[in-house]
């Protein structure tokens, strides 16, 4: 079954430090996404990313973040300049429109 | 309320009991989406529901939707300890994005 892989698994960052995610979406999926989770709470969605654009951000997707997607399969997230806050787990989904999500496994950030 | 709230928020049972879980949103959507979270780990899709559907199964699970009342349920049935997880709902509206609830912690005792 096709899968959304996501890399580092866990990453470890000094406050201040520029951290990039990566995720390999399913081939055929159109639209892919991140969203995160702090230990203990919801998980939230972030930015919706379709046709080379984001298609939709919520609050806390600030000038902190960016997102690209630089070759074709990749889906990166950047985060400039880490707060303490940003301390959760990521989570890369990708889909083909409505309903057919497939999430990846996470990239655990701790920020320090 | 906010979008999306499960309850309860935890949930104990023995294992070849049944459990039951709901979910109430507030907005209209197309679809509701549950899926299970092992401590720390990944979202794993269960089931989806569209908005003009009542009722769903799959395997042990079975799902309602009443958009009237805005609100889901999931059912477990004969749990095992294997189902000790938390289980979120999702609702999706237009725009593809999805809205979780905070999730229910479920153990099953063996």
């Known amino acids: 079954e096709p899968e959304v892989t996501q890399t580092p698994s866990h990453q470890v960052t000094q406050m201040g430090q520029e951290v990039i995610l990566r995720c390999v979406p399913i081939?055929?999926?159109?639209?892919f996404y991140w969203y995160r989770q702090i230990l203990g709470q919801k998980v939230e969605f972030l930015v919706s990313f379709y046709n080379n654009e984001i298609s939709e951000k919520s609050e806390i997707f600030d000038d902190q973040f960016s997102v690209e997607r630089p070759d074709g399969s990749n889906f990166t997230l950047k985060i400039r300049s880490t707060k303490l806050e940003d301390s959760a787990m990521y989570f890369c989904?990708?889909?083909?429109?409505?309903?057919?999500?497939?999430f990846g496994s996470g990239t655990r950030l701790t920020v320090v | 309320s906010q979008q999306g709230e499960e309850d309860p928020q935890a949930l104990s049972i023995q294992e070849g009991e049944n459990a039951t879980m709901n979910c109430s949103y507030k907005?209209?959507?197309?679809?509701l989406q549950w899926y299970r979270q092992n401590s720390g780990r990944g979202l794993v899709h269960l089931i989806l529901?569209?908005?003009?559907?009542r009722e769903k199964h799959s395997g042990r699970l079975r799902v309602t939707l009443d958009t009237s009342k805005k609100s889901s349920s999931l059912l477990i049935t004969a749990s095992r300890a294997a189902d000790t997880a938390s289980y979120f709902c999702?609702?999706?509206?237009?725009?593809?994005?999805?809205?979780f609830g905070g999730g229910t912690r479920v153990l099953v005792k063996p």
């Open positions: 999702a609702t999706e509206a237009a725009g593809n994005k999805l809205t």
């Open positions: 989904a990708s889909s083909v429109g409505e309903g057919g999500y497939t």
């Open positions: 529901i569209r908005s003009n559907e």
């Open positions: 081939s055929n999926h159109l639209y």
């Open positions: 907005t209209s959507i197309n679809n």
